[in-house]
């Protein structure tokens, strides 16, 4: 073992837990995974690992202790449960030693004869269905194993679980777990009708399942194409001795249970089991992430119990993730809608985790030149959380002798405006922002999809009113007339209505949607929101400075910079005056503002960690008492509202400058004092 200074690990340890808490965020609650599931366990190993051999850096908030998305916000529109038994995770393994050593752990307890259940790990999202008298009475998300969310009504629309069971010996009440997953045909046919709707499509089918089961609407959720499989029994006094018993009684009870699984006598049959099927999965049409290896006796199940997250009697075997080998055919340069330069490389099509892969991202000319990458070159491309697949690697001993180095353009590919590079971000961009034509039409085609203004027009028909002069900048869009458009190649009386309409009705797209239509760099959806209700108005948002911007919660240095600099261009600040002349929305209409008392008016609040209601509620409880919630600790802070799990870094900052620590009871406190 390497040795490791303590003041080192100390130091590692903090980082660790970090940079896990944000992937945790970027996985949870963004869904949009930044690194490969394979990148994540390895961090969690080696913090893991730190924590065990200096545990007097231990603390009970450490990522390491938590299950699943204790950081997910409870989704808006759902109800909280609380499980009946936890919903805990599983232990991982990534080699046969540590195959053997789970084995070793479990025969020492075991003392008698075992044998294993091996099973395919479905990379979907976790949920639990309770049924009561042979009838489905409540569907519950893993959320953050202690309460999850009741998605009981779109549960109903997946057509592989059975509303009534049939059958014998169906138990008076017991829960079942399994997998909600989007098999790849129905992934990709909703992820093709997202881009064609400019939406953004779902990195992976894991992210597609779970985001469709948290859809406001059960209807759409029908459409989705959902699969379940289901895996773990549960309840009081079950009639089984094996789990592959009662997994088969569930099958004959109607649920759908995977007929992959096995039951194998000893390690080398369960490592047999996971060599045939890491190379098999490629077969299955849908994504699998690894092999979970359970003890079957339901009594050695018992003995063995678990740990706080995970139980003893199991284990997964995680897959690396899978590669594929092909050429590259050529490499363009996009330009994207805030001119950022990105090199994509054209690939013989090739096969890889269920779908085709065509094209894969470079980033930018770092990233190029750290791969060494050539046209010609034979690649490794790899699926990690994202959509857009990586090339990991050349295979530099297959490359020919005179493949020439790419040349990164010095000008833009579409309006030949020379390139800059921001001195801190490894990115190229056109500066010429009201120029370029696809900087110019993927600005109207953000401004209109659906998140944003949703107005009916598609890439198609920005591109066409663009071409015939039409639209320039975004408020020309509101000064379209019917005899412009009529016409028109495709376009009839009834469309041109249509969009008119759509047009006229975007007037009323609320202010936070709107802010983020006007696609400022890095202010996202969520952002946008943040900033609308934070500062109630466009005038009041383009007046701040740096320092209030930075004192809002969630925002960084990044947002803030960005924003400044858009409210300084004079070409942004008209494009605003206009769109307000033509009736769009820039302020928070004004019955959003709930007022209640003035008992906080003026007082600066950082919230940190978790309360009896959600964290949304709690803000804004705040504002309707006047408070104003900020994102970090300082000298102007009246007080740190501290929850459950609350920051620990917060707390000593606060204990540091003397700010006020308070509880929910307090605040509560504090507000109905002033209401009698
Ligand atoms: S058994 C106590 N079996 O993997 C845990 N889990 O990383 C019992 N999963 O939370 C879980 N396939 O969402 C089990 N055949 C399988 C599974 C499986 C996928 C998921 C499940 C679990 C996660 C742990």
Redesign the pocket.
């Known amino acids: 073992m390497a040795k490791i200074s303590k003041s080192f690990a100390k130091e590692r340890i903090a980082q660790l837990r970090r940079e896990i808490e944000e992937h945790n965020h970027s996985y949870y609650v963004l869904a949009t995974p930044v690194i490969s599931d394979f990148e994540y366990d390895m961090l969690m190993l080696e913090l893991q690992g730190l924590e065990a051999r200096f545990p007097e850096f231990a603390s009970h908030d450490s990522p390491s202790l938590k299950v699943g998305s204790d950081l997910a916000d409870p989704s808006e529109g759902f109800t909280q449960v609380e499980h009946r038994y936890p ?4 232990s991982n393994s990534y080699n046969e030693g540590e195959l053997y050593d789970f084995h070793q752990r479990v025969a020492n307890v075991a003392g008698e004869p075992f044998t294993y259940s091996c ?4 990379d979907g999202t ?1 949920i639990c269905l309770i049924y009561k008298e042979g009838k489905l009475v409540q569907a519950i998300t ?1 959320g953050d194993g202690i309460k999850g969310d009741d998605v009981s009504r779109n549960i109903v629309s997946i057509e592989s679980i059975p509303h009534i069971l049939q059958g014998d010996n169906i138990p008076e009440e017991f829960e079942i ?1 399994g ?1 909600i997953f989007m098999p790849y045909e129905a992934f990709e046919r909703l992820n093709e009708e997202r881009t064609a709707a400019g939406e953004a499509p779902f990195a992976n089918p894991r992210n597609a399942a779970s985001g469709s089961l948290k859809l406001l609407n059960p209807s759409l959720v029908k459409e989705r194409g959902l699969d379940c499989i289901l ?2 029994l549960l309840g009081e006094d079950l009639p089984f001795s094996t789990h592959s018993e009662a997994i088969k009684a569930a099958a004959s009870w109607g649920f759908h249970i ?1 007929e992959k699984s096995i039951e194998a006598k000893d390690m080398e049959e369960v490592i047999g089991y996971v060599k045939e099927w890491e190379e098999r999965r490629k077969e299955l049409p849908y994504a699998t992430d690894g092999i ?1 290896i ?1 003890v079957n006796q339901l009594d050695i199940q018992r003995q063995l119990g678990y740990t706080a997250k ?2 003893r009697w ?1 284990t ?1 075997f995680k897959f690396k993730p899978e590669q594929a080998l092909t050429e590259v055919l050529s490499i363009d340069y996009q330009v994207g809608r805030t001119g950022a330069i990105t090199p994509v490389a054209n690939l013989e099509p090739v096969p890889l985790s269920g779908t085709t892969v065509r094209r894969a991202s470079l980033h930018n000319l770092d990233q190029m030149e750290l791969l060494d990458i050539r046209v010609g070159d034979l690649v490794y491309v790899e699926k990690g959380g994202e959509i857009i697949p990586k090339i990991t690697g050349v295979e530099f001993s297959k490359r020919h002798a005179d493949l020439p180095k790419p040349i990164f353009p010095t000008n833009c590919p579409d309006c030949g405006t020379p390139l800059e590079r921001d001195p801190d971000q490894a990115r190229h961009y056109c500066p010429n922002r009201d120029g370029c034509p696809t900087q110019i039409k993927g600005r109207f085609i953000h401004f209109v999809s659906r998140k944003a203004m949703d107005i009916l027009a598609g890439e198609a028909t920005i591109s066409l009113f663009y071409d015939k002069g039409l639209i320039h900048t975004l408020p020309d869009l509101y000064r379209l007339k019917a005899e412009d458009i009529l016409g028109l190649e495709g376009w009839q009386q009834k469309s041109v209505d249509n969009l008119l309409t759509s047009i006229e009705q975007s007037k009323q797209v609320p202010f936070e949607r709107v802010l983020y239509a006007l696609g400022i760099r890095h202010i996202g959806e969520a952002t946008a929101r943040v900033a609308a209700s934070t500062f109630g108005s466009i005038d009041r948002l383009a007046a701040a400075s740096k320092e209030d911007l930075l004192q809002v919660d969630d925002f960084g240095e990044i947002m803030a910079e960005s924003l400044i600099s858009y409210f300084a261009d004079e070409a942004n600040r008209l494009t605003i005056e206009e769109l307000r002349s033509f009736g769009l929305q820039f302020a928070l209409a004004k019955e959003e503002k709930v007022v209640l008392s003035d008992r906080l008016k003026g007082a600066t609040i950082v919230v940190s960690g978790n309360f009896s209601i959600s964290r949304e509620e709690i803000k804004a409880l705040i504002a309707a008492h006047g408070g104003k919630c900020v994102s970090s600790v300082s000298g102007k802070t009246a007080y740190l509202l501290s929850g459950e799990k609350s920051g620990p870094e917060k707390l000593r900052r606060a204990e540091k400058l003397g700010t006020k620590v308070i509880t929910e009871e307090d605040l509560l406190k504090m507000i109905e004092e002033e209401v009698s």
């Open positions: 919903m805990l995770s599983l099973e395919l790990k479905f976790a893993r777990r997998e895996y773990h995977s979970v359970k995970s139980p199991a997964a």
